[in-house]
């Protein structure tokens, strides 16, 4: 009976030590359980927080360089732009250019003084503004186009759209926008069918690829067959313009391309593959 007893009061002691220890250590083991939880979540929560500010810090990026490249900015305040001295350029218009470009068409300049020929900006950086006035004017009839008012002579808009294509880039859609481009000595086919301006387009064809520049858009049927007529006046600058034709080829599409008279007539052209990126294939 004694020996029951012990046993009974044996088991009595450890079921109530095992009890201290129940409510002594588990309310430990638990909030230590709940603290590991609540930090994994908190960490899982901070590195989505942090892949939800990279995919915004992209997206932000992306808009940026698209108004970059759509030319939606003032050259005149963007610390990577340069104001060009007057006596390089052509007009009284202020004009402005990428320092890189406007550096290595000082050295291109330079060298083509030394055989005789003055090479001189007659249009650089022209924004979206400057481009759609540009265009606006040639739709209205304002500025005269080959001899004639689009607006009487081709009355019919989708056809007067593609008239003004010839020459001038749809607002968003034109390589002046980057600073990269330059329009040298005159915007005239005529002038390059004189002498002089045969003597400055035979030096550049030469020599301007040593300075980085190109001839942007060439005779049709040598490399592209559509887009803009050749323009011997039209040179860019390869180090920048090279990356800044694949972003544009990455980021525009159709859809930006607005803001203008006749805008409505943007879709079905193709504006991009047909214009934007029917260059010289040497420039690419």
């Known amino acids: 009976m004694e020996k029951t007893q012990k046993i009974i009061w044996k088991f009595i002691l450890s079921l109530i030590m095992l009890v201290l220890v129940f409510f002594v250590f588990v309310p430990y083991f638990t909030s230590d359980f709940l ?31 698209k108004i970059f490249l759509m030319g939606k ?5 963007r610390e990577n732009f340069i104001l060009i001295p007057p006596e390089y350029t052509v007009g009284e218009n ?4 990428r320092k890189e470009t406007y550096e290595a068409y000082l050295q291109m300049r330079n060298a083509a003084i030394v055989d005789g020929i003055n090479l001189k900006i007659a249009s650089a950086t022209r924004n979206f503004d400057y481009q759609k006035n540009l265009w606006n004017n040639k739709w209205t009839g304002i500025t005269i186009v080959d001899g004639q008012d689009l607006s009487k002579s081709i009355p019919g808009e989708q056809e007067r759209f593609k008239k003004i294509l010839e020459y ?3 607002p968003g859609t034109s390589r002046h ?5 330059i329009d040298i000595n005159d915007a005239n086919p005529s002038y390059f069918d004189k002498e002089k301006g045969e003597k400055e387009y035979d030096w550049l ?4 690829s040593f300075f980085g520049f190109c001839q942007t858009y060439n005779l049709k049927n040598t490399g592209r067959v559509i887009g803009y007529n050749e323009e011997k006046w039209h040179w860019s600058y390869l180090p920048l313009a090279r990356t800044l034709t ?16 006749g805008d409505e007539y943007v879709a ?14 040497n420039c690419i």
């Open 35 to 65: 603290d590991l939880r609540q930090k994994r979540e908190n960490e899982e929560n901070y590195q989505k927080f942090l892949k939800e500010e990279l995919v915004k810090k992209e997206a932000e990026i992306k808009e940026e360089q």
């Open 73 to 77: 900015f003032d050259p005149a305040i």
């Open 94 to 97: 202020k004009m402005y250019l």
């Open 168 to 170: 001038s880039a749809v």
């Open 177 to 181: 926008h980057w600073g990269t481009d």
């Open 205 to 208: 064809i030469k020599n301007a």
């Open 246 to 261: 694949q972003e544009y080829k990455n980021l525009i599409k159709d859809e930006n391309i607005n803001g203008f008279l």
């Open 268 to 281: 079905g052209q193709d504006l991009i593959n047909n214009y934007v990126l029917s260059i010289n294939p």
